[in-house]
Structure formats: C-alpha cells, structure tokens
T-cell receptor, first 112, second 116 residues
Framework: KNQVEQSPQSLIILEGKNCTLQ??????????LRWYKQDTGRGPVSLTI?????NTKSNGRYTATLDADTKQSSLHITASQLSDSASYIC???????????FGTGTRLKVLA | EAGVTQFPSHSVIEKGQTVTLRCDPI?????LYWYRRVMGKEIKFLLH????????ESGMPNNRFLAERTGGTYSTLKVQPAELEDSGVYFC??????????????FGPGTRLTVT
C-alpha cells in the first residue's frame, strides 16, 4: 500500500532556531518527492521537488534531503521566522501517473 | 496570473442535502484534480480530469459524488445526498499537460464542507 508517514506530528520552536522534519515513504513506483507548505486557510504551496537521482535541494532557508535507498526525506528549516508557522506536508508522486500520495503533515509553530 | 480559485470557501449543510463545489483552474492548465482532507487525516486524491475527460476517478468514495468539467475549463463536484462523513476540506489543483508528475500541481485554498 502506498503510504507516506511524517514526524513529528507537531513542533514548537523559538524564532531563530533550526528544525528538521522527517518523512518516510513506501510508494512504488517512485517518481518524485515534494515538500509543501500549507498556511492556515490556504492551499499547499510547493517548496522543493526531488527526483530519484537528487539527494538535496534548497529553497532559501529550506533544505530538503532524499535517501532513495532508505526511502526517507527530511526538510531542514534554518533560522526560523514567525512566518514559518504552518503545516509542512511531504508528498510523493506515483511513477507514470499524476497521482500524489500525501503525508499527514507536521504542524510547526514558531514563537517569538 | 490568477491562481486556482474555489467557491464557496465554506459550506454548512444538513445531512441529506445537496452541495456543489466549484473550482476554476489556472488558465491553460488542462489537468485538474480534486482532493479531500477529512479531520485528522491526510489529503487524499479523489479524481483527475484531463481537459473535460475523467482520467482517473479511483479515489471517489461512492456514487453520491459527481464531478464534471464541461468544456474543459472549470469543474464542479456535487455531493448528493450529503452524509456526516463527507465533512472535510475539499481541495482543487491544476497543472499543465505533460511531464507526468514532474509538473507542480497548484492548489486552491479549499472549500470547507460541514455536514450537520
């Protein structure tokens, strides 16, 4: 069964601190993995995309890693800001299709 | 360029009633997707249109749900009759044709459906 699991479920950090979110997946065939940010009341917005051959991708203060052998990914947020408060969702595309498999997300709260 | 829009933003209906959700994709995007997130669960795929044709409707929960995309532009998702378990947030997304899953799907803000 295609599945994406994320941890932790929620996280609270102080502004300026770093944090790392985890994603494990069992999706076959694998096409690519995206991290999405979802602000409250809005739709998800893509932060990064990685294909099978890529093991790291950065977007400003966001850095995603992918280990295709262990089927794990992480999203590292550097020097967090209040605006980083949101849900972060790991999404894996099923190869040969347009289908997305979503994780349940990590709810991040950044405190001043 | 306008993003994906959805209407209404929130709908509250009674069990047994009918509700129609609307999605306007980004202009020129032939792929249109419907997703749903029920309380505490992950977002799940419902169906995928390519232009006006249903490419994959394997995620539709039952025949109370009917999606249409006449003319290949906007899409509607009708729930008739609504049940309590249909409550959740319904997202629409769109993407350009081609590239399989490599093209980003752009999401709308969602419609929050509450069935009482």
């Amino acid at each position: 069964k295609n599945q994406v699991e994320q941890s932790p479920q929620s996280l609270i950090i102080l502004e300026g601190k770093n944090c790392t979110l985890q994603c494990n997946y069992t999706v076959s065939p694998f096409s690519n993995l995206r991290w999405y940010k979802q602000d409250t009341g809005r739709g998800p917005v893509s932060l990064t995309i990685m294909t099978f051959s890529e093991n790291t991708k950065s977007n400003g203060r966001y850095t995603a890693t992918l280990d295709a052998d262990t089927k794990q990914s992480s999203l590292h947020i550097t020097a967090s800001q209040l605006s980083d408060s949101a849900s972060y969702i790991c999404v894996v595309s099923v190869g040969g299709t347009y289908k997305y498999i979503f994780g349940t997300g990590t709810r991040l709260k950044v405190l001043a | 360029e306008a993003g994906v829009t959805q209407f209404p933003s929130h709908s509250v209906i009674e069990k047994g009633q009918t509700v129609t959700l609307r999605c306007d994709p980004i202009s020129g995007h032939d792929n249109l997707y419907w997703y749903r997130r029920v309380m505490g669960k992950e977002i799940k795929f419902l169906l995928h249109f390519v232009k006006e044709s249903k490419q994959d409707e394997s995620g539709m929960p039952n025949n109370r749900f009917l999606a249409e995309r006449t003319g290949g532009t906007y899409s509607t998702l009708k729930v008739q009759p609504a049940e309590l378990e249909d409550s959740g947030v319904y997202f629409c997304a769109s993407s350009p044709l081609g590239g399989q899953g490599l093209y980003e799907q752009y999401f709308g803000p969602g419609t929050r459906l509450t069935v009482t």
